[in-house]
């Protein structure tokens, strides 16, 4: 069974620091260029990065360029996102997803920006 | 950055046949953008209908179909069923970002 699971999300004070996790199981993750998008309450789906097979190769939405880092291990099948200088338009439900020709998406983990 | 577009809803009558367009602030819409459709309930993640412009997961009712049509791309729904109500979202690839659309609700009724 292909299972996306991230963790890592909570409640973080404007300014703080927050790492999520994205660990996969079920299908072949270091073959796979993977995704973070997030949702914020009511809104729609916004893409923010995505990494290439072995790390090398990085894209990130203008809005989170310098603030939010994308990284991956391999041999932990485990996806992260870092993300510095939180505010409070950063609250949303952070999905990670697999390359389009695998199209799997994880449950999401909830990130709250508040004092 | 690129600015995809979305109609913000649309009903369909059970049984009957929907399309729902994306278009691209930068022009017209092709294969290179590598165009991909997701589907989303409410309380649910998003789930891959197409990818690859009109390429099917194997979860992927058959009823469901994308193409490009008049510089767009776009899922036609044929035979819609109760469970088809959902947010649509697609997704266009450019240079060194991805963007989404904006979604379009979906009625079935």
């Known amino acids: 069974e292909v299972q996306l699971v991230e963790s890592g999300g909570g409640l973080v004070q404007p300014g703080g620091s927050l790492r999520l996790s994205c660990t996969a199981s079920?299908?072949?993750?270091?073959?796979?260029?993977m995704h973070w998008v997030r949702q914020a309450p009511g809104r729609g789906l916004v893409w923010l990065s995505r990494?290439?097979?072995?790390?090398?190769?990085?894209d990130y939405a203008d809005f989170v360029k310098g603030r939010f880092t994308v990284s991956r291990d391999n041999a932990k099948n485990t996806l992260y996102l870092l993300m510095n200088s939180l505010r409070a338009e950063d609250t949303a439900v952070y999905y990670c997803?697999?390359?389009?020709?695998?199209?799997?998406w994880g449950q999401g983990t909830l990130v709250t920006v508040s004092s | 950055q690129a600015v995809v577009t979305q109609e913000p809803s649309l009903t369909v009558s059970p049984g009957g046949t929907v399309t729902l367009t994306c278009g691209s602030s930068?022009?017209?819409?092709?294969?290179?953008?590598?165009p991909s459709w997701f589907q989303q309930k409410p309380g649910q993640a998003p789930r891959t209908l197409i990818y690859?412009?009109?390429n099917k997961h194997s979860w992927t009712p058959a009823r469901f179909s994308g193409s490009l049509l008049g510089g767009e791309a776009a899922l036609t729904l044929s035979g819609a069923q109760p469970e088809d109500e959902a947010e649509y979202y697609c997704?266009?690839?450019?240079?060194?970002?991805?963007?989404f659309g904006g979604g379009t609700k979906l009625t079935v009724l």
């Open positions: 997803a697999s390359s389009r020709g695998t199209g799997y």
């Open positions: 079920g299908f072949s993750f270091s073959s796979s260029w």
């Open positions: 990494i290439n097979t072995d790390g090398s190769s990085v």
């Open positions: 930068t022009g017209a819409v092709t294969t290179g953008h590598y």
């Open positions: 690859d412009t009109s």
């Open positions: 997704l266009l690839s450019y240079t060194s970002a991805r963007v």
